[in-house]
Structure formats: structure tokens, C-alpha cells
């Protein structure tokens, strides 16, 4: 699933290629990736509004719209968000038939003659046309982003939690927007081992682990994210991030620090990379 390096990375992308563009055309070919409104509403509201702003938090995608409406999307596991420029350029906008994207479930045509396809192999991303995207069930139960909290933030919300580390980062009520990849690249570099309970980290471990969490996700996002299933960013291109990898899909590989293999464990129902040398427990 994209986390918050990919789905910011697409946010930026999106807000350079397509903010105050119009959508002339919506064509849904798959209506069950829209949750909200009825799909022939849903495409009625949105035909002739302006993108005027892209947001994100956690791992959702917010366009704000010209009538105050906004346009959310959940990417999920398989979700992606691509552009492309048909043949006909803007032609398409007089034509009787649109160019169609076979693996896309949902695209809207812009004044620019560029479309924007929503692609989903499985079917688990989610698109909704809301009032207030605040008022989501889901967003309100979401933690803090992590570039708005400060170490003694970060510190005193793990104090209270007897939960191990690693499946405490993945709780998006606790911190908004971290996955499994990045969790395991944010652990290896604060040298924690994944299954200690976060109150058990000292003072001087908290700090470390505030500051790699923010060195990774930040580095992450400017190299456009990781892409090591489905993410791929607008244009289709795969991010750039993975080629920084110390741990995450290494299981038997050497540690690029002590040499010992990397060691793959199950945790909370999730596949969890360590080296067990340098994370000791």
C-alpha cells in the first residue's frame, strides 16, 4: 500500500500538473471504486468543477474542488493515479467517444487535454465526493502527522502505549501515514528492535527514533517514494527511494553495516525486517 512518502509525492506531482485545470468528462468504467455519491451523481457534481488545491493526510488524497466539494481518493494496495495524453489531444474533447484506458476503472478528462486515469488491479481504492473530508470516520480517528509532532510529542505518546514499536508505528490512530515498509526502514536506522514495547525506550532512544522517522520519510519523498509492488507515480514512473532499502525486502541478505543476514519475522500479521545484530532486543 502507498504510504505517506508515495502519497505525498503524488500529491506534489498532481498539485504541479493539474491544480486549476477543469474537469470536463468523467468516465467511469468500473463504479465500484466510488463510494460516495451514487456513481451517476458522482460524475454529474464533478463535470465542469475546477481542481483548485491537492491535500493530503495519512495516506488520503484530497482535491479540493471550485464549489467547495472535495474529491477524495484511497489508493488502498493497488490504487494508482496516472496521467497520460491521448492521440487526439484536445480533440477528444468534440469527439463522441472518448480514448479509453483499458486498465483504468475511472478517468476524468481535463480542459488541458490531458486525462487523469484512476487505475485499481483489485478493486480495494475508495473515491468519494464529500462536503467535508474532515468529517470521514476514518480521518478522524487518525493520529498526528509525524512532521507535526516534536520529540517531546513524539516521546510522551509513546510512553503511554505498552504495545511493541513496530506495530505501534503501523497504527494509523497513533501516527498518520506510516506503512510497513518505512516503519522497518525508520526502526533499522534508530538501531530498535522491532518487538520491544514502545514504553520501554529511554529518553535518548525516543529522540533518535523522532529524528530517523523524519530523515526517512522526508528523504523518501524527495526521491518520489518506493516502488516496490503497484505504486508508480503520475507520469508512470516508479519512485526512486528503494534503492535505499537497508532492510525492508532484504531477508537473507547481508546488513550493509555488521554483514550478519537480514531476518524476516511475522508481527502483528505483518511481514517484519531486522538485523538482529544491529536491533538488538
Known amino acids: 500500500m502507498p504510504e505517506l512518502p ?7 506531482d498532481l498539485q504541479k500538473t493539474i491544480s486549476g485545470r477543469r474537469i470536463i468528462r468523467v468516465l467511469i468504467q468500473d463504479s465500484r471504486v466510488i463510494r460516495q455519491p451514487a456513481p451517476a451523481e458522482f460524475k454529474r ?45 484536445k480533440k477528444w474533447l468534440s469527439a463522441a467517444a472518448p480514448t479509453v484506458n483499458a486498465a483504468s476503472r475511472l478517468s476524468f478528462y ?15 481504492g475508495e473515491l468519494r465526493l464529500v462536503d467535508d473530508w474532515q468529517k470521514l470516520s476514518f480521518i478522524r480517528k487518525l493520529g498526528p502527522e509525524p512532521f507535526d509532532l516534536t520529540p517531546g510529542d513524539f516521546k510522551a505518546r509513546l510512553l ?76 508512470g514512473q516508479n519512485g526512486d527511494y528503494a534503492r535505499f532499502h537497508q532492510v525492508y525486502g532484504r531477508e537473507g541478505k547481508p546488513c550493509f553495516v555488521c554483514s550478519k543476514p537480514i531476518l524476516r519475522i511475522s508481527q502483528g500479521g505483518r511481514g517484519t525486517y531486522l538485523c538482529a545484530k544491529c536491533q538488538p532486543f
Open 6 to 12: 508515495e502519497v505525498e509525492t503524488i500529491k506534489n
Open 45 to 89: 457534481s464533478l463535470e465542469g468543477l475546477c481542481i483548485k488545491h491537492i491535500l493530503r493526510r495519512g495516506k488520503l488524497l484530497i482535491l479540493e474542488l471550485s464549489n467547495g466539494e472535495f474529491l477524495t481518493v484511497h489508493l488502498k494496495l493497488t490504487g494508482q493515479l496516472v496521467l497520460r495524453k491521448p492521440r487526439l489531444g
Open 110 to 124: 481535463l480542459d488541458s487535454g490531458i486525462i487523469l486515469d484512476f487505475n485499481d488491479q483489485r478493486l480495494f
Open 160 to 235: 503511554k502505549r505498552k504495545t511493541a514499536i513496530k506495530p505501534l508505528l503501523l497504527d494509523q490512530s497513533f501516527i498518520a501515514g506510516i506503512g510497513n515498509i518505512y516503519a522497518a526502514e525508520i526502526l533499522f536506522r534508530a538501531k530498535i528492535n522491532p518487538q520491544r514495547s514502545a514504553q520501554s525506550l529511554d529518553n535518548g532512544e525516543s529522540i533518535v527514533l523522532y529524528k530517523e522517522m523524519l530523515k526517512v520519510l522526508k528523504k523518501a519523498i524527495k526521491y518520489g517514494g518506493s516502488s516496490v509492488d503497484d505504486y508508480v507515480r503520475v507520469f
